[in-house]
């Protein structure tokens, strides 16, 4: 009964380059929510997920920044021409259609973490 | 917008020894307020939650109570374990809708036996 599972757990990018971070929901999730962990702060919001639909991206930056979740595979966030201020934990949750205002039935992942150098 | 202050850590204590770690919140409406617990090299876990003022939530010994005078949610233990140690965050969520929980930063509890 596997969670959430992201990929890679740790990643190192140069100013330039692209990141791409993995999310894989637990099993029987539908939705799947990104949040960012930069240094000495909270989590924050960046996007809301269903199967091949965007609810909500308020919390991600507007440039450089893309989110996807197909029918089939995992969950992907995409950041291209990646900077130092880009380093952060990358967080992924997900939970079961349906589940509404269900803050409660959130289950997170382990994290990705980016380092640019 | 809403925000969640929670005290800097590493708290660092002995085993056996009472535990508080504070929370307040800024928040329109009638947030729910959680504590989520992240042992190393796991995801977040929910730990305890409250939806309304003056409920309590508890889970394997930790306590919270929402108190809407002082808009906080001080989480509590009264006998830490070294296998306690780990993160832990405060969040609220304004209940709008689907769950986009607004965090504090994380207080590191580190339990020595």
């Known amino acids: 009964n596997a969670g959430v599972m992201q990929n890679p757990r740790h990643l190192v990018r140069r100013r330039g380059q692209e990141a791409r971070l993995r999310c894989s929901p637990m099993?029987?999730?539908?939705?799947v929510y990104w949040y960012r962990q930069l240094p000495e702060e909270g989590l924050k919001f960046m996007v809301y997920l269903q199967k091949e639909n965007i609810i909500d991206e308020s919390g991600m930056p507007k440039e450089r920044f893309s989110a996807e979740f197909p029918k089939e595979g995992p969950s992907i966030l995409r950041i291209q021409q990646v900077v130092r201020g880009d380093s952060a934990a990358y967080f992924c949750?997900?939970?079961?259609?349906?589940?509404?205002?269900?803050?409660?039935?959130?289950?997170f992942g382990a994290g990705s973490r980016l380092t640019v150098l | 917008g809403d925000s969640v202050t929670q005290m800097e850590g590493p708290v660092t204590l002995s085993e056996e020894a009472f535990l508080t770690i504070n929370c307040t919140y800024t928040?329109?409406?009638?947030?729910?307020l959680f504590w989520y617990v992240q042992y190393p090299g796991e995801g977040l876990q929910l730990l305890l939650k409250?939806?309304?003022?003056?409920d309590k939530g508890s889970n394997k010994g930790f306590e919270a109570t929402y108190r809407k005078e002082t808009t906080s949610f001080h989480l509590e233990k009264g006998s830490v374990q070294v296998s306690d140690s780990a993160v832990y965050f405060c969040a609220l969520s304004d209940g709008s809708g689907y769950s986009t929980l607004t965090f504090g930063k994380g207080t590191m509890l580190l339990v020595s036996p």
């Open positions: 099993k029987g999730h539908s939705h």
């Open positions: 409250a939806t309304k003022a003056d």
């Open positions: 949750a997900s939970s079961p259609a349906g589940s509404g205002s269900g803050a409660n039935v959130l289950t």
């Open positions: 928040a329109t409406g009638y947030p729910s």
